[in-house]
């Protein structure tokens, strides 16, 4: 073949790879021996539930979330073969991408050993194909299997719409049972969804896929890197590789990036200073401490505030809101003692501290702060 | 929305103001060459050194006292006296910048540029200020401000307790330039997410603006800019940073890449007006992250390094350094008692006066290294070019500008790994939450890099056998 022609020989060789790389990395050549064929176990209507919860309409199976962050579905019967699922597979799974769903049991690894705790994180999508870890496929013993959802509150605001849970079925079933396309597929298109952790990390959970997809074009861009060294053909052709190789990439994220869109415009539409629902409630104790303290004609920047507490959430989105006052997080309580006497000084107590407000629980104390405002979120006291 | 945008382009319409006018200013006191560039890289450059002009009068009027008023006023007249200086070069001077005709490959790299960052915001607007830094950190800071005014004084906790006078702050160790470029915005707007996701975008805009205006003047095609810009916007964690704005990471990496534009810049033309910029941009570093003075201390060695020393005196300094190192690590390291504390620097720990300690202990941290390159799919494919780009650092002759961002790229990487190896930061590594940002600071560097590897593939077929 002539020098001009290297290039279609570059892509006919870097073409052959594309696809062997492909087979070998995504276990479409199973070098492992296929297990004994199981018939797949569906435990759909096998979970124990508190009776109202669970309904079915339509080929749907719903879950009612209504008033709770945190549902256990333990399997009603487990048989003895547990560890020879590789799979499970939740259908026509609809969530508004606003829980978290995880599958947990507890295990032994020899007969004689120790029970161990399982939890592994199933894929938000709708088609939740999981495959167990090791862990549970060389399991001696399984026991206490359960599914367990739980919203996310990091997601901005629970609205209506996460109060159900749907799915056509819930099955454990084996690798010869599914195809390896819906699996990869299955991993790569769930959502990642933007929350607190985004800024330090894309993506924490679920990495088996985005792995394989990563050495997969890595390894051909290698590849392609020495046909270039040994045919050269133009540079072009290989720049073209390159960008090739990151549509693929760009792809993924590009779906993902999609997904955000319509899940961020639906969760935080009107929600603009608010983090998330506990955020609104914390901003509207702001408010109603600072109308408590501007009754009583405080300058807010020569009030000094303490919030008692430790350094989470609640208490910084709190402080956050009332930074026009000269407020602070303090964690010990006689610090708190030692300077509420000072004119302008208040201590804002959040559950469960607040019980210290009780008039009988402040008899042990040295001094007796007055209490200016109660209510069974939070107190104030002077 | 359209408030929002408004006053986001109000804002940075104030900094290139700002940036241009004092440029302006400085060159014509001095005397010296006003140094004509074309009107995006004008722009950009007039909105990085704006920022850097900025941080710098308001650390400055910190000292003076706790008036916002007066701080405001101060602000206003100097935007005035900018914008004064700059009309009267463009109407009765010689003009501020190269008046080229527009090119049509211009037209469309702005366009994807815009179009990009749109989707950016239809992802991010209606997300509240999620990053947790900004409001615990940054932002807070400049609400502080904005109530007890600039000046006022920022104390630990037991001093809080103690004392009436002082706010509670407890990362006021911190340097104060993000929060003081955030200060101004909470007189419009009290959730100022809008705003700064506004301008995080125009800034990211303007950086990848400039790298493309680089990589033509080196005549990279127009294919290979656009694959640039692809790359930049769809970089997941780059991205993150820019639908979660407000974090300091990303401002630092872009002053990081701004040096090496620079210093690129200075060695085609060896201007003293672009020689006041770099200096500049190398001071922006300490005042937006701690870190920041590594990367200078980087950078002053890395350019010291390559611009004054020849082949044999880099050998022997580099001989000297590894005697002296191989000694300390074999007597044990540096003790002394002084009357401010002891001073040691030894393998084992470094204590600097009690201020600063730092103590020695390997942890292995491969497994979140790797995991933060590739697994998580923070970057993308972006890694897998490393290997690629070490062989066209030591097989290729680069210019003296290019060795130095070789040394800067290369040292820091060996910074960031002994960081993590060799020190307690390990937690953090381990906990994901600050490698990624720490690598995040050299991206955009890194890419840069990556860009003029492929543009010198492209530019010699020749160079595949050289490899």
Known sequence: MSLKHHHILYWIISGCFFLLTALLIFNYIDIKPPKNSLEPLDVTTSIKVTPGRYYQTSGLYHLDMTGTSHIRLPLKNIPDNMASYSLLIIDQFASNQAVNLYLTAELQNRQDSDVVPFKQKLINHQQSINELNDEWQSAVTISEVALVIESEIALGFGNEFDSQVSWQSIQFSNNDQISQTAKIFSELLAFVPLGFSSINIHNGEAMATYKSVLIWLGSLLLIAFIIYLVLKPPAIHLLASIALAWLVTGLIYGHNFAQQITFNQQRYAGHTQYLNRIDQGLGDMAKRIDETLAAQSNNPANTKILIMGGENFNNKRLKYHLLQYNVGIIGRYEDMLKIIEQPNVYAVLLTPFNDMCQPENQTAAPVAPNIVLKTTQFCILQ | ?467
Not at chain 2, 238 to 247: D, I, R
Not at chain 2, 331 to 336: A, D, E, H, I, Y
């Open chain 2, 1 to 467: 929305m359209i408030m929002t945008a408004l006053l986001t382009f109000g804002y940075i319409f104030y900094f290139i103001c700002l940036g241009v006018g004092t440029r302006l200013a400085i060159l014509k006191l001095m005397g010296l060459d006003t140094n004509k560039r074309r009107l995006s890289n004008l722009l950009a450059h007039g909105l990085f050194v704006g920022l850097f002009v900025h941080v710098l009068l308001l650390n400055v009027l910190q000292l003076i006292g706790n008036h916002n008023v007066l701080v405001l006023a101060v602000m206003i007249l100097i935007f005035l006296s900018c914008l004064t200086i700059i009309l009267y070069t463009v109407i009765l001077g010689d003009g501020i910048h190269n008046s080229t005709h527009t090119s049509q490959q211009q037209v469309i790299t702005i366009t994807v540029i815009v179009i990009a960052s749109l989707l950016i915001v239809w992802n991010s607007f209606h997300v509240p200020n999620l990053a947790w830094d900004t409001w615990t950190v940054w932002l807070a800071r400049a609400k502080q401000w904005y109530h007890h005014g600039l000046g006022v004084t920022f104390v630990q906790p037991q001093t809080w307790l103690e004392s009436n006078t002082g706010l509670l702050n407890l990362s006021s160790h911190y340097p104060d330039g993000l929060s003081l470029i955030f200060y101004p915005m909470l007189f419009f707007s009290d959730t100022v997410k809008p705003i700064l996701l506004g301008m995080y975008l125009v800034i990211y805009g303007f950086l990848v603006l400039l790298m493309c205006n680089r990589l033509e003047k080196i005549n990279a095609p127009l294919y290979l800019r656009m694959f640039l810009l692809v790359v930049m916007y769809t970089t997941p964690l780059m991205v993150n940073h820019l639908l979660l704005p407000g974090y300091a990471d990303l401002i630092l990496a872009v002053y990081i890449l701004l040096i090496m534009l620079g210093l690129l810049d200075y060695n085609d033309q060896p201007k003293p007006a672009l020689r006041l910029v770099i200096i500049g941009y190398a001071l922006m570093l300490p005042l937006l992250k701690i870190e920041g003075w590594v990367w200078l201390i980087v950078f002053m060695f890395s350019h010291s390094f390559i611009m004054w020393f020849n082949v044999k005196q880099r050998l022997l300094i580099l001989a000297l350094m590894v005697i002296t190192f191989v000694l300390w690590y074999l007597v044990g390291g540096l003790t002394l008692i002084t009357p401010f504390g002891p001073l040691v620097i030894s393998p084992i720990e470094i204590n600097l006066f009690n201020k600063a300690y730092l103590s020695f202990a390997f942890s292995n941290v491969t497994d979140a290294v790797l995991n933060g390159l590739f697994w998580q799919y923070n970057w993308s494919l972006l890694w897998f070019g490393l290997p690629f780009l070490w062989l066209y650092m030591i097989h290729q002759k680069h210019n003296k500008a290019q060795q130095v961002s070789h040394l800067f790229f290369v040292l820091a990487l060996a910074v960031i790994l002994t960081l993590f190896y060799l020190t307690p930061a390990a937690k953090y590594a381990q906990d994901n939450t600050a490698i990624n940002r720490i690598f995040l600071q050299l991206m955009p560097c890194y890419i840069f890099l990556l860009f003029s590897m492929l543009t010198a593939i492209i530019q010699q077929p020749a160079s595949a056998k050289n490899l």
